[in-house]
C-alpha cells in the first residue's frame, strides 16, 4: 500500500490515509477486514437497500476499476483500520457517477475521519472530471435511522433524491403456484450463448426506471465468475418467438449465512422487458426465483426495491409476503 497523507484527528491521536495496491490474497484480507469494520455498526452488513459489504470485493475487482485511486483506507499508527471510502464508477456516455460506500470504526470520532472520506471521494471525481469533460455526480446511500451521518451529508451539500427499502419474506409459508402466458417458457441462462440476449432484456426492462445504467456484456462476463453465483437461479422467461422476456436472480451467500447463523436468500433482480408486461410474468418470475431458493433450502427471502418506482413494485411484493424491513436514503451532490 502506498501512504498518502497523516493527519491528527480531533482527539490528537494520529490516523493514516492509504491508498491500496496489493493484489491477491492480501486483497482478500483487507476486505474481510472491511466487512469487520462495517457489521460492528450494522450487523447484518448491509450498505444499501440490497448491497452486502462483501459485493465489495467484487466491485473492487471489476475490469474498469481503477485500484490505485478508487478505495481509500483510513488506519491508525498500529495499522488497524479505522474507516474506508469505496468509490464504484459505472461506465456512462452522457455523465459521470460515483456511488460511494464507507464506513468508520465506531470507537472513533467519526466525523473526522467521515468528513475526509467525503473530501477524497469528491477530489477524485473533481480529477474524473477533468479528465473526462463531462457532469459529475458523487451518490451514497444509508439508512434513515443514521442521523449523525445524514447531518454530516447534508452540511458536505448532499441532498435526499430518493427512498428506496429493504423487504423480507419468510420462505416457511406454502408458496402459491404461478402460470407463463402460453407459448412462453421458464428456463436458466445458459452462460456465454445467452449474454448478449440477456444484456438486451435487462438494459430494455429498466430503461424507464428512475437512474436507469446500461449494463455491458462485459459487466455481466465479471458478474457470472462470482463465486456465489448459481445459474440454477438466473432465471428467464422466453416468449413464443425466442426473445427473452422477463428474468429473476437470486442470490445466496454462503460465507454472510455461516457468520450471520442465518439462512438467508435474496432476489437481486427482476424485471419485465417493455413490451410484456402486463402479463403477468412479474408475478411469475419472482415466484419462480422464491421457488428455487426455496428449494436449496433457503428460509427467508429479502429483496432491495425503489419505494418511489413508477411501476408500484411494492405492491407485488406485499402480496406475496414481503414486509419492509429497512428504509433507506439516496443522497447526491453535484461535482
Known amino acids: 500500500m502506498t501512504t498518502l497523507t497523516i493527519r491528527p484527528s480531533i482527539r490528537g491521536a494520529k490516523h493514516r490515509a492509504f ?19 462495517v457489521k460492528l455498526n450494522e450487523p447484518t452488513g448491509q450498505l444499501d437497500e440490497d448491497t452486502s459489504v462483501y459485493d465489495l470485493q467484487r466491485f473492487f475487482e471489476a475490469p474498469n476499476v481503477d485500484k490505485a485511486h478508487d478505495l481509500r483506507l483510513w488506519t491508525d499508527s498500529n495499522g488497524k483500520l479505522l474507516g474506508f471510502g469505496q468509490l464504484l464508477i459505472p461506465e456512462l456516455s452522457h455523465e459521470i457517477e460515483g456511488y460511494l460506500y464507507f464506513d468508520v470504526h465506531p470507537t472513533q470520532c467519526r466525523n473526522a475521519i467521515e468528513a475526509e472520506i467525503l473530501q477524497w471521494s469528491e477530489q477524485r471525481m473533481r480529477e474524473i472530471a477533468k479528465q473526462a469533460d463531462l457532469p459529475v455526480k458523487l451518490r451514497t446511500r444509508l439508512r434513515n435511522d443514521k442521523i449523525l451521518r445524514q447531518m454530516l451529508l447534508k452540511k458536505q451539500g448532499f441532498t435526499t433524491e430518493r427512498r428506496f427499502l429493504t423487504m423480507g419474506c419468510t420462505l416457511a409459508q406454502p408458496l402459491p403456484s404461478f402460470k407463463l402466458p402460453d407459448g412462453f417458457t421458464l428456463r436458466s441462462l445458459r452462460g456465454e450463448r445467452d449474454i448478449r440476449a440477456w444484456v438486451e432484456l ?103 426495491v425503489d419505494a418511489q418506482s413508477l411501476t408500484h413494485a411494492t405492491r407485488l411484493y406485499e402480496s406475496l409476503g414481503f414486509q419492509p424491513i429497512h428504509t433507506w436514503l439516496s443522497y447526491v451532490k453535484e461535482i
Open 19 to 37: 491508498a491500496f495496491t496489493e493484489p491477491g490474497a492480501t486483497t482478500t484480507k483487507l476486505f474481510a477486514d472491511i466487512a469487520d469494520l
Open 202 to 304: 435487462f438494459n430494455e426492462s429498466f430503461i424507464d426506471h428512475w437512474n436507469h445504467q446500461d449494463v455491458t456484456a462485459a459487466s455481466v462476463r465479471h458478474w457470472l465468475k462470482n463465486p456465489h453465483y448459481k445459474p440454477e437461479l438466473n432465471l428467464v422467461a422466453v416468449a413464443p418467438n425466442n426473445t427473452f422476456a422477463a428474468f429473476c436472480v437470486g442470490y445466496i451467500n454462503q460465507e454472510e449465512n455461516v457468520r450471520s447463523r442465518r439462512n438467508e436468500g435474496w432476489i437481486k433482480l427482476l424485471g419485465t422487458r417493455r413490451g410484456f408486461r402486463k402479463l403477468g410474468l412479474g408475478r411469475a418470475m419472482l415466484l419462480a426465483g422464491m421457488r428455487q431458493l426455496k428449494a436449496i433450502g433457503v428460509e427467508r427471502v429479502k429483496l432491495g
